[in-house]
C-alpha cells in the first residue's frame, strides 16, 4: 500500500520560489523512479521532472534550469525545487512514482494523492 501527500503548495508572485514535499508512505524509494507531475488549469496533466532511484534527473523544457528535483531515501520523501516561478507554472502538483524508460512520458504508477496547489501571479 502505498499513500502519497503533496504539501508546499501557496500563493506567489512571478520570479519568486517555493519548495514542495511528497510524503510517500511505504519503502517505494529503494525501488522506483519519483516524478513530479502539474495540471494547470485547462490542461492536461504533464510530467515535469524525473528522478531514479539512482539520483539521475530529467526535466521538461518549460521547467529546466528553474525547477530542481530531489529525493530523501530515507525519510520516503520527494522535493521539488522551484525558482523563478512564473503565471504559467499555476498548476495542482502531483508526484507519484514513475516506470521505466525515464522520460517526460513516463508512466505513474500508483493511486493519485491530492496534489497541492501552486498559484503564481503576474
Known amino acids: 500500500q502505498v499513500q502519497l501527500v503533496e504539501s508546499g503548495g501557496g500563493l506567489v508572485q512571478a520570479g519568486g520560489s517555493l519548495r514542495l514535499s511528497c510524503a510517500a508512505a511505504g519503502v517505494i524509494f529503494s525501488i522506483n523512479g519519483m516524478g513530479w507531475y502539474r495540471q494547470g488549469p485547462g490542461k492536461q496533466r504533464e510530467l515535469v521532472a524525473i528522478?531514479?532511484?539512482?539520483?539521475?534527473?530529467n526535466y521538461a523544457d518549460s521547467v529546466k534550469g528553474r525547477f530542481t528535483i530531489s529525493r530523501d531515501n530515507a525519510k520516503n520523501t520527494l522535493y521539488l525545487q522551484m525558482n523563478s516561478l512564473k503565471p504559467e507554472d499555476t498548476a495542482v502538483y502531483y508526484c507519484?512514482?514513475?516506470?521505466?524508460?525515464?522520460?517526460?512520458?513516463?508512466?505513474?504508477?500508483?493511486?493519485w494523492g491530492q496534489g497541492t496547489l501552486v498559484t503564481v501571479s503576474s
Open positions: 507519484n512514482a514513475v516506470a521505466p524508460p525515464y522520460t517526460m512520458t513516463a508512466a505513474a504508477l500508483y493511486t
Open positions: 528522478i531514479t532511484r539512482g539520483g539521475s534527473t
